[in-house]
């Protein structure tokens, strides 16, 4: 496995924001993006949760495993209301405070697209992250429409979905908003740096999280890191930014812009249940969509 | 439940906010299986156990090494997948 050479001030400065005693699964990848989140902004952030994982993890009444201010607003609504929260601070003059949009990508890709629509066509001064764990996770693993190729769901049991994974970045690219990114929680370096520069950038800024879910994916607690860098280290994930019209390669995804860096894709789907039931024709479908999307890149790049 | 009042006193003049606190799922330390041993000898102080643990259980300092709330740690392995020098083991609980 390579190693991203951690700099020491991440790790001080990510202290004490997520408490101990959250109720997500073991190996969750949503606590572990809320530090990154932690180590940029500190409790001056106030999340906006629609119905998702994170719901259940923040936990019931009196208590709230993050030291920060948490909205919980029904599923359609997160960046509706997120937008309405970035107004009425900007109005009482607080400029402090960044307002953060946190949903799933049932939240976003499927319920969520029109408020999601709406707030970066209004261009509020907020940043939407979408956590994406490819699957609604938090009702029992039901199909998304951000669910890659063929991977197996509780509504798709049989052959795996037959579709290709919804691309919500290159939808909101084509919204013209100032930012648009895609982290990994592998690179928690490369998501500090963009989260660092959504923050300097006034408007409506939005990051696309890639999240392995151990429950959902059906692989061992401990490979939720190692899954995430596999991702990228064959290609199907690529990290990227958008702003000044051009897409900008992160680092770690620079060397495998050339297809003989990649690893082999199976790889990355023999450690998931979730794809035990792919045949050869499957990875190769697979792999086509993996190169069209490489194809966009370097075509806008 | 039947006949019992639930709410004794009513919530007119206080609005439920909930408030920062830990272990909001109680001690989640109960839900191992699987319990992390650093090796400080090994341990290298790179940091990434400390990045990566889900439930920021792990504290490392330069001085001391790591150390592991055990209490709260839920034993999912994911230190010992990161560790760059073998130096967390994961030893089954009793």
Avoid at chain 1, 124 to 138: G, L, W
Avoid at chain 1, 212 to 238: H, Q, S
Avoid at chain 2, 6 to 32: D, H, Q
Wanted: net charge positive.
């Amino acid at each position: 496995m390579a190693q991203t050479r951690p700099k020491p001030p991440l790790p001080y400065r990510m202290r004490d924001i997520v408490l101990p005693g959250d109720a997500a699964c073991p190996g969750c990848p949503i606590p572990m993006a809320w530090k990154v989140l932690a180590a940029v902004f500190r409790d001056k952030m106030i999340l906006v949760i629609p119905a998702c994982c994170s719901s259940v993890v923040v936990g019931a009444y009196p208590g709230n495993s993050i030291k920060a201010s948490v909205v919980h607003v029904a599923f359609a609504s997160a960046a509706a209301v997120a937008s309405g929260i970035a107004e009425a601070l900007k109005k009482r003059g607080v400029n402090d405070v960044q307002v953060i949009a946190w949903a799933g990508d049932g939240g976003t890709a499927d319920i969520g697209m029109a408020s999601l629509s709406g707030a970066a066509e209004r261009n509020h001064d907020m940043i939407y992250i979408m956590y994406d764990n490819e699957a609604y996770m938090n009702t029992g693993i039901q199909r998304s429409s951000s669910t890659p190729f063929g991977a197996w769901t509780t509504t798709t049991p049989i052959i795996g979905k037959t579709e290709h994974k919804k691309d919500v970045a290159r939808i909101m690219i084509a919204h013209g908003v100032p930012y648009v990114a895609t982290a990994s929680i592998a690179y928690p370096h490369d998501f500090y740096a963009k989260l660092q520069k959504a923050r300097r950038i006034r408007g409506f800024k939005f990051i696309h999280l890639h999240a392995p879910c151990p429950t959902g994916w059906r692989f061992d607690p401990k490979y939720t890191v190692e899954i995430a860098k596999l991702a990228v280290e064959t290609g199907l994930w690529i990290l990227y930014e958008y702003y000044d019209g051009k897409i900008h390669l992160s680092g770690p995804s620079r060397p495998y812009m050339d297809p003989a860096k990649r690893k082999p894709v199976e790889e990355y789907l023999k450690l998931q249940g979730r794809f035990k039931k792919m045949t050869p024709e499957k990875i190769e479908e697979i792999k086509k969509y993996a190169e069209m999307y490489w194809d966009w890149i370097k075509r806008h790049m | 439940m039947a006949g019992q009042d639930l709410i004794i006193e009513p919530i007119k003049y206080r609005v439920p906010l909930s408030r920062p606190e830990k272990g909001v799922a109680g001690k989640t330390g109960f839900w191992r299986t699987e319990k992390p041993v650093v090796d400080k000898e090994k341990c290298v102080k790179c940091w990434l156990c400390e990045i990566y643990c889900p439930v920021d259980v792990i504290r490392v300092e330069p001085e001391t090494g790591p150390t592991i709330d055990y209490d709260y740690c839920k034993g999912c392995g994911v230190c010992s997948n990161v560790c760059p020098s073998g130096a967390i083991t994961m030893v089954p609980e009793e």
